[in-house]
């Protein structure tokens, strides 16, 4: 055999494709030749060509019935495109990786395969990720395993963040605080309800803000936690107007232990007038006097 | 003058005034019939008594017991007041054998025993002495008697104001307890931190335990292959060699080995 990459790719493809000589294709044969041809590619930096190599190589496995092997190289494909900054194949690879995964019965490397590609993607298409994110959170919890959602709901949250989308944003970390009550993570449900009234806060929706709060009121694992005094600071600083309590609150031990993102949004706090609130509540007051 | 001559002269002195010498004419006239001498006699070396513990008291550096000392006298002057009350009857009885004048100066005695009787420091004194002083100006000597009799003359406006000692100890005391206060901040924060961290690992922890379990799981698989796979080679292994033809192939084998590197050497 050369060790050509390239002859050894145009003879594995001879091999696969059916002429009047050959009725079925060799693929066991082809796809040994289509590996050693990408590694051969890789070694000269042909990333182009690798990839391509890696492909058809997946193509073979899968043919061969090995779809772990054949999701592995897609896997390697997709890094490759990632590389390349070919950014609709990635997901492309990733999204056929990981149905090799779940093929395979295998639900974490496949959720796995879909965060590598949010990931790869979070910059350049924070739509494309976010979906990516959300279907990787699927994957686990179909399979019950929720603990691992946790990064996953954290990662799309920061996104959303970053996109500036905060009432999705407190969504999802709603959802992470659902994934952690499954599993009795309560320092991570805690967390994450704090990270959500955090951002409704942020966004300046003190209504909003309040009714999550009051949700959240009613698990008893956040009502004891340290998490849910800070918040209840935090709401009254709000309603009184006391700007120096709120800036308090938002460099406490508590919030600093929360994410990155977050604590950059609680840093930036309070947004807007906070006045404002106090003299509504003030006009309250005039209308139930009697006198 | 030499001091035998000075000692004659003062005997001299002494005898010839000897009249006005009260306790001399009490001793003499003690020997007393009547009532009125005795219980004059008793109440005065009371008085006597009681002026020598106001001395032993004033001087007394323990305050606890300066405070008993104190009571001790009182209790003891209003008893004597008391027995004042009963003289002064007693001086107003006509008594056989008794001059006029010595009536009147009974009176007088009667009068001046209760005037000695309130004379005597019980403490009280002292007191409002020193809170008329202007306190602000530095009273060196702070109030030795702790008292919570709420008399007129101890609350005007030097009782309540503060010493320099006391400021200054208040002023320490505070910085102190900032200083405690902050180095309590320090702590909780780390310990804020710790509590998080271990939260943290406790849950990572709760997120391995099911995947130590699957991994457990497959180990067991892959192990009990191995041992299938293990004892169905040995027995290949077995049936080869317990072959006799093994062995006698491999003696031949040398055995024409050696012929042939004996032809061709």
């Keep these: 055999m050369s060790s050509d990459p390239d002859k050894m790719m145009s ?135 929720d603990q691992m959602a946790f990064d996953l709901y954290r990662a799309c949250a920061n996104v959303y963040i970053k996109l500036e989308k905060f009432t999705d944003a407190a969504t999802f970390f709603l959802r992470l605080g659902v994934a952690a009550d499954k599993c009795d993570a309560t320092n991570s449900q805690c967390k994450a309800y704090l990270s959500a009234i955090i951002v409704y806060l942020y966004a300046h929706d003190l209504k909003q803000a309040e009714k999550c709060y009051n949700d959240c009121s ?37 919030v600093s232990n929360l994410d990155h993102s977050i604590i950059k949004l609680a840093r930036k706090l309070p947004t807007g007038d906070v006045t404002a609130i106090q003299m509504n509540t003030n006009d309250d007051l005039d209308e139930d006097d009697l006198t | 003058m030499p001091v035998i001559d000075i000692i004659f002269r003062v005997d001299e002195i002494c005898k010839k005034y000897d009249k006005y010498d009260i306790d001399k004419q009490r001793e003499l006239g003690a020997s007393g019939d009547d009532a009125f001498s005795r219980l004059y006699t008793s109440i005065d070396s009371d008085i006597e008594a009681v002026l020598r513990k106001a001395e032993l008291a004033s001087t007394e550096k323990n305050r606890a017991a300066a405070v008993a000392m104190n009571a001790e006298v009182r209790r003891t002057k209003a008893r004597l007041a008391e027995d004042v009350v009963k003289l002064q009857k007693l001086a107003v009885k006509k008594v056989k054998g008794l001059t006029r004048e010595e009536q009147e100066s009974r009176c007088d005695l009667v009068i001046s025993l209760a005037d000695r009787i309130q004379v005597i420091p019980d403490g009280n004194e002292h007191a409002a002495k020193q809170a008329s002083n202007d306190w602000g100006g530095g009273a060196s000597a702070p109030n030795k008697n702790i008292k919570f009799d709420m008399s007129e003359e101890d ?111």
Excluded at chain 1, 219 to 235: N, T
Aim: glycine content about 4%; some cysteine.
């Design chain 2, 155 to 265: 609350m005007d406006d030097g009782f309540f104001q503060e010493s320099e000692e006391s400021s200054q100890f208040r002023q320490e005391y505070e910085m102190r307890k900032k200083k405690q206060d902050e180095g309590l901040d320090v702590i909780s924060e780390g310990l804020d931190a710790l509590k998080n961290l271990a939260r943290d690992m406790n849950e990572e922890l709760d997120k391995q335990v099911p995947l130590m379990e699957e991994m457990e799981t497959k180990v067991d698989g892959a192990t009990s292959d191995l041992k299938n796979t293990n004892v169905r080679l040995k027995k290949q292994l077995v049936q080869m060699r317990s072959s006799r033809n093994f062995c006698i192939d491999i003696v031949l084998l040398c055995v024409v080995l050696g012929i042939v590197s004996y032809i061709y050497k």
């Design chain 1, 11 to 145: 003879k594995a493809d001879k091999m696969t494709k059916l002429t009047l000589t050959r009725w079925s294709a060799d693929w066991r044969g082809a796809t040994e030749l289509y590996e050693q041809a990408a590694n051969g590619f890789r070694a000269s930096n042909k990333y182009e060509k690798a990839k391509v190599a890696l492909e058809k190589a997946s193509k073979g496995q899968e043919m061969q019935a090995s779809p772990w092997d054949a999701a592995k190289h897609m896997e390697s494909a997709a890094a490759l495109a990632q590389k390349l900054s070919i950014w609709n194949e990635v997901a492309d690879f990733y999204r056929k990786a990981s149905e090799l995964y779940i093929e395979c019965g295998r639900a974490q490397p496949a959720s796995d395969a879909l965060g590598k590609a949010a990931r790869a993607l979070e910059d350049v298409k924070p739509d494309d990720a976010i979906q990516l994110y959300t279907d990787a959170c699927e994957i686990l919890e179909e399979d019950g395993r």
């Design chain 1, 218 to 254: 009613q698990i008893d694992a956040f009502m004891k936690s340290d998490q849910s005094r800070s918040a209840s600071r935090l709401l009254t600083a709000y309603n009184e107007g006391d700007i120096e309590e709120i800036k308090k609150v938002a460099s406490s031990s508590t």
